[in-house]
């Protein structure tokens, strides 16, 4: 173990094993134990919670410190390697923030929905879990296996034509770019000997200059692999159907899943090609970064053009995406802080979208298939007549001054709003911290890699992006909230409201937290462009007498 966890050094391997042993229990218990599956399920992503909340006030302590953790107590760079550095520990809070969020609105009716919902949670939040801690490019290959493995189980969740056509476009493109991940793989141990990270940024610059075209060739299989992960522009056509057609939760928790491929990029490139790489500095920059701009257009026109909520979500998600990657590309530690920071709110706010979608949505289907008057909330069955007798003060030109507005209809309206805040990047909330913490790091930047007509371009996304952001939301509040005229309130349950107000509450907590927060991400944001305390930490970790899972 190096860094600051001495006295809990074992505490690196829960985050994986702790979902992993959940999910064999939950899959062990019978489906008529409903409600056993879904409490266990719960407590288990609230310790996921707390384990990563404490995790990241451990690192935010010492973030000069990382973390290492030898799982098998095999020296490096031969055995798995876990590594814990603020953007690891990072992204675990965020990922246990949408595993609850998820399992908590699930629990209205969505995990009634076929038979392993809570099982297929837990083992995509250990592939997710997993991804974050790895050190090396193998594991990191399974990790995606186990959390794509999950995701395509929780996509199709609930079943349905309308899930099974995207289903299999995502199913298709994440096997292909399996299949690039896995050759990319091979070609980087062929010519470094290696798959751990820190010794293949090690050894990249002493490769020999005739093994650079496969050494890079073997780098540009990678990229694709993560890059469609991430939802990067061309590659991203499956990702708006696929994920507006997946339930409420699943989709909460696919907001998370698409950074895993940003997370990758963000890693492997800083990891192995800075500044100090030789002749493969900074390699793909331009792609990155035009790519990214790319990315960040093409999700700006799309929340436009979308009627659909979970479309207009699909569409966000790409949009932050885009400018994620755009901003890490232009190598400024400053600049990629924001990124983060930007990273952590896009992906609440678009996880809260998605189950406000839902609730949104059963209400307009209440309208297109009308309830009757006086019989709350049952839907009329086939063929049954709607009583007509009831007046509807809606449809009487009478004045509903001093009417009091459903507190169900006042929530839905006020959390849509919060949450367009939080997307399109407006002022008071988290989206506007990050995208002003953007434009600062566009501005203070220096030496450009990629050009600065790059920089430039993105300064004048980010305002486009948040016009184009807040048109197509704005335009969804008037058509679900305020042109609605005659639609009975809906009731909401305690498992429906609590997962979207933790969510706000929590891009509120980053808005109201964000000279500290910010001071957490540039300290990732260093760590990323400067790697060699990366290197370091997990070379110089070697095994300790004992049994297996020793850490120094």
């Known amino acids: 173990m190096s860094g600051s966890l001495p006295a809990a050094a074992h505490l690196l391997a829960v985050p994986v094993l702790l979902p992993l042993a959940t999910a064999a229990l939950l899959i062990g218990i019978g489906d008529r134990q409903r409600r056993a599956k879904a409490g266990l399920n719960v407590v288990s992503m609230l310790a996921s919670l707390l384990l990563a909340a404490w995790l990241v006030a451990r ?4 973030p ?5 953790y030898l799982p098998g107590n095999w020296p490096v760079p031969f055995g798995i390697v876990l590594v814990l550095d603020p953007l690891a520990a990072g992204m675990l809070l965020l990922a246990a923030a949408g595993g609850v969020a998820a399992v908590l609105f699930s629990l209205a009716r969505w995990h009634r929905a076929s038979v392993h919902f809570h099982p297929l949670l837990q083992l995509q939040l250990a592939g997710l879990n997993g991804a974050f801690l790895t050190g090396d490019l193998f594991n990191l290959f399974v990790f995606f296996e186990v959390l794509l493995a999950a995701s395509y189980g929780l996509l199709l969740h609930g079943g349905g034509t309308s899930r ?12 292909l770019a399996s299949f690039l991940f896995l050759i990319g793989v091979a070609l980087v141990y062929g010519v470094t000997g290696t798959l751990n990270m820190a010794d293949i940024a090690q050894k ?3 490769a020999p200059r005739e093994d650079l075209g496969l050494l890079h060739a073997g780098a540009a299989l990678l990229a694709v692999a993560f890059l469609a992960k991430a939802a990067f522009w061309p590659l991203n056509f499956w990702l708006p159907a696929a994920y507006s057609a997946a339930s409420a939760p699943s989709a909460a928790m696919f907001a998370v899943l698409t950074k895993v491929g940003a997370y990758a990029v963000l890693r ?18 331009g792609l ?15 929340m436009l053009r979308s009627q659909q909520l979970g479309r207009v979500g699909g569409y966000s998600i790409i949009m932050s995406s885009g400018m994620v990657i755009a901003a890490a590309g232009l190598d400024h530690p400053a600049l990629t802080a924001g990124a983060l920071f930007y990273l952590a709110s896009s992906t609440l706010g678009a996880a809260a979208l998605f189950l406000l979608a839902e609730l949104v949505e059963r209400g307009r289907q209440a309208e297109v298939d009308p309830p009757v008057p006086d019989l709350g909330e049952r839907l009329p069955a086939f063929g049954e007549a709607v009583r007509t007798d009831v007046v509807n003060l809606d449809d009487q ?8 507005i459903p507190a169900s209809v006042a929530f839905l309206a006020a959390s849509f709003l919060l949450c367009a805040l939080v997307v399109a990047g407006l002022p008071p909330l988290s989206g506007f911290v990050g995208k002003v913490a953007i434009l600062q790091g566009i501005l203070e930047r220096q030496a450009p890699v990629a050009g600065a007509d790059a920089a430039w371009v993105l300064f004048v996304l980010v305002f486009v992006s948040s016009l184009a952001a ?8 008037i058509a679900h909230f305020w042109a609605v005229r005659g639609r009975p309130p809906q009731a909401l349950r305690l498992v429906e409201v609590a997962p979207v107000t933790l969510l706000l509450a929590g891009c509120m907590a980053l808005a109201a937290g964000g000279e500290h927060v910010l001071r957490f991400t540039r300290a990732a944001a260093d760590s990323l462009h400067a790697p060699g305390g990366y290197i370091g930490a997990v070379m110089d970790t070697q095994p300790v007498p004992g049994p297996a899972g020793a850490a120094r």
């Open 397 to 404: 030109e009478v004045p509903l001054v001093g009417r009091a």
């Open 59 to 62: 690192v935010a302590a010492t």
């Open 64 to 68: 000069e410190s990382l973390a290492v």
């Open 268 to 285: 492997t490139w800083t990891l192995c090609f800075p500044v100090t790489a030789g002749v493969s500095a900074h390699f793909g920059s």
């Open 470 to 477: 807040s048109i197509a939301l704005v335009r969804a509040f």
């Open 164 to 175: 099974v056509r995207p289903g299999l476009h995502y199913i298709v493109v994440n096997l």
């Open 288 to 302: 990155l970064v035009w790519g990214g701009l790319a990315t960040l257009a093409l999700g700006a026109v799309g």
């Open 204 to 206: 990249l610059p002493l």
